[in-house]
């Protein structure tokens, strides 16, 4: 098992046993700080077999006991998404990791695209053996762990009623899930919206998944009334988020705060949405960032190969570049790049208003790459100028008045 690398405060650091043993370790050190008072703790291990990951998930529940935290401290276990290849055929064999015989993989709408296992320990708080089938998503997590510590949380959404028994079903009626994968969404693009027991596809394909958990068999021409309903729930829902069918998120920059944007953020018109590792690791491609200026002026424009405080230059042996370039409104301007600089920083004038920024980096031999990180901020105003210096000066002398002869009286011209 390889090593694991981490980053404190900007210096990597080694670590033995790899990066899930380290999260788990460092873990466990977190929750030795935090026993006096409660406390959150999020471990999101990297990939690892599933056999690791159980063996220190009881680890560190071994761990929360021992500190006689076991019965009042709420375990969560969940994934962060469904599996990559699942029911993936070859040559008349399935492959790939475990679906639970459900079909899809990630990035489709069927169950096995985003369905994933959600466990709960919490033995002052859920009754053991408890099976619970109410629709639900990582977005009833923060309140529900909110409630469990006792704070208050506006908006409802929290399952910790329905944990303990106190409640019949679950916060949602119905649930939207997407894979849209595309910078623009599109109306039923890999879209399946949830019912207990139901599942429509696509606006089209409705399946029952008391009978049919594998989804293996639509029924909508059984249950067209149910069809109707779900299409009439999947329309409010477009509706109430804002219908943005034909509208791209723009990027609000231009205030006071500077804004952080990566190759996730670029418009493309391609069916593909970029990962900032890839273009970190410098496979090609490109795209624009379109921001909304809140205010005209002077902006500093930062491109980065990599996050900020990640050591490591822009240019190397996969990203031979020499310059950088940045396209902004109607500014495309070309600057070299220093010796071992991790960043380059143009200053241009923005309009106020719809717009777009885009930076690459170029080689001698015409290839370019994307810059997959970027900084806008506003340039600061300059310092003031201080008053010119004014010399003390001390008290003023009394001057006594100019003396003025008085003619004698009698004496001068008369009449």
Partial sequence: MEDAWWLVDGKRERRKGGMAAACFEEAQNFIGRHVEKPFLCVVSPPEAEMSEVDGMVGDLWNHVSGLGLGRSTLLVVTALTATASAGVEKEGKKEGEYGGGRRGRRGEAWQGGHLVPCLWRWPDGVRAGTREGALASVMELAPTVAEAAGWKWQGGGSLAKLLRGGASEGPRPF???????????????????????WALVNGEALYDLRRDPGQRAAVSERWPERVKE??????????????IETKPVRLRCGGAEAVTVSAADWYSRGERLEWPEDIERGRPGEGAWLVEVEEAGVMLVTLRRRPAGVAGGIADETVPAVTARLRAGTVDEVMAIPANAESVTFKVKLPAGAGSVQGWWQGKDGRSWGAGFAEIRREPPPPPVPAPAVPATGPVPAVPPPSVPVPAEGVGGGN
């Fill in 230 to 243: 779900m299409n009439g729930l999947y329309d409010r829902w477009w509706r109430e988020t804002g219908g």
């Fill in 175 to 197: 649930l939207v899930v997407e894979a849209q994968d595309v910078p623009v969404p599109q109306r039923w693009r890999r879209t399946a919206l949830l019912m207990p027991g």
